[in-house]
């Protein structure tokens, strides 16, 4: 469990379920009625994506413990999962880098691969899973995230108390870079940011990252982590000027199709 705290306050939002806005911008224009069907709560925390009729792709580090026989809600129905498959370079940071000097850690979570598939036990029937983004010209798109945790501003940070709160939330940014494993993106401050600007928080590892073409959306990163220097105990996650990092589902895509193919 302080693996996962320390990994969510000390990344991007290593873990996806919260959404940290502009502080100038009403929080109801960041609100959504209802998180896309696509979208999977994990057993534990975070979340992950609908790709198959039978398999969710998310973040490596929402896996907890053994899922092996847990209950997923998709749609109006309960599905059991079946397997897990974590990506073989995914590397899960020792204990030792957990406190202390934050570039220990960075240079781990950069190096490691954050995905794992998770299928489940029967094909699902009352939800579209979305379609993977294959192509590698994620720069300079725009990207819509969602989640539903912990929320603050950009000039405060995050508030861990909201977590609970289970608000869904949607923001927008743009593909700063993409580059091999990871797409990142900075928190602007509002003279440079787009309407609904924002950033991942605490709880939103695995949400989805989305990019539409004519109106379909397409599943092109994963929430993971948050850049950050100095010492742990003094990080706040979601400050404007921040860096976000998404696992890039482009780079992966081979993987994941070798996988759900099997």
């Keep these: 469990m302080r693996f996962f705290i320390l990994l969510a306050l000390a990344c991007c939002c290593i873990e996806s379920k919260a959404v940290v806005m502009r502080h100038d911008i009403s929080v109801e224009r960041y609100h959504v009625e209802k998180m896309p069907d696509y979208i999977i709560d994990l057993p534990h925390e975070g979340h992950g994506a609908l790709i198959a009729k039978q398999w969710i792709v998310t973040v490596a580090h929402t896996i907890f413990y053994d899922y092996t026989g847990a209950i997923l809600n998709i749609g109006s129905q309960e599905y ?3 397997k897990v498959y974590i990506h ?4 899960k940071p020792r204990k030792e880098i957990l406190s202390g000097d934050m570039m220990p850690l960075m240079q781990v979570l950069k190096s490691s691969s954050d995905i794992a598939l998770i ?14 983004y294959s192509k590698s010209d994620e720069k300079g798109k ?8 912990a929320t603050g ?43 609904l600007e924002g950033m991942q928080g605490s709880g939103d590892s695995g949400g989805a990252s989305i990019i539409y073409q004519n109106g379909i959306p397409y599943l092109a990163g994963l929430s993971s982590w948050q850049f950050a220097t100095g010492d742990m105990s ?29």
């Excluded at 299928?119 to 993977?132: A, D, E, F, H």
């Excluded at 608000?167 to 593909?175: A, D, G, H, I, L």
């Excluded at 696992?247 to 099997?262: E, H, L």
Aim: overall charge positive; hydrophobic content about 35%.
């Design 80 to 82: 059991q999962v079946e």
């Design 88 to 91: 073989p370079n995914y590397l």
């Design 119 to 132: 299928k489940i036990s029967k094909p699902v029937s009352n939800v579209i899973p979305i379609s993977l």
């Design 142 to 149: 725009i990207l819509t995230v969602f989640g539903k945790g």
């Design 153 to 195: 501003n950009g000039l405060i940070g995050e508030n861990l108390d909201t977590k609970a709160l289970h608000q869904p939330n949607r923001f927008q940014n743009v593909v700063e870079s993409a580059n091999g494993k990871w797409l990142s993106f900075k928190f602007d401050s509002p003279h440079n940011a787009l309407p």
């Design 234 to 262: 003094t990080f706040k996650g979601g400050l404007y000027g921040t860096t976000a990092y998404q696992t890039r589902i482009s780079n992966y895509y081979n993987w994941i199709k070798g996988v759900v193919g099997s």
